[in-house]
Nanobody, 121 residues
Framework: QVQLVESGGGLVQAGGSLRLSCASS????????MAWFRQAPGKEREFVGA???????SYADSVKGRFTISRDNAKNTVSLQMNSLKPEDTAVYYC???????????????WGQGTQVTVSS
């Protein structure tokens, strides 16, 4: 079993930055694809970005150029650096682990509990 625990969420003003972290308990972290999704109230969960085991990254168009995903295999963690935050970035952010880096939720078998990010205008 893999357990994922997110941290780093909070309240920030528009234009500010936050860094989310996700700690994994899985032994196979280094070979897993990791991703971040988010879900705003009343909306479906949406892809934010992913990083493959080879450190290839992909991002949603809405965050490209503002958000950066990185991973530290020695610490079994994946991070999401979020800059130039906008009110529309407000959501619960989820970390996910799977076999392949994909934009679809079905590709990820393991999910964290989520961390709230609120961006005030």
């Amino acid at each position: 079993q893999v357990q994922l625990v997110e941290s780093g969420g909070g309240l920030v003003q528009a234009g500010g930055s936050l860094r989310l972290s996700c700690a994994s308990s899985g032994r196979t972290f280094s070979t897993s694809a990791m991703a971040w999704f988010r879900q705003a109230p009343g909306k479906e969960r949406e892809f934010v970005g992913a990083i493959s085991s080879y450190r290839v990254t992909s991002y949603a168009d809405s965050v490209k150029g503002r958000f950066t995903i990185s991973r530290d295999n020695a610490k079994n963690t994946v991070s999401l650096q979020m800059n130039s935050l906008k009110p529309e970035d407000t959501a619960v952010y989820y970390c996910a682990a799977g076999e392949t880096a994909s934009r679809g939720t079905r590709s990820y078998a393991y999910w964290g509990q989520g961390t709230q990010v609120t961006v005030s205008s």
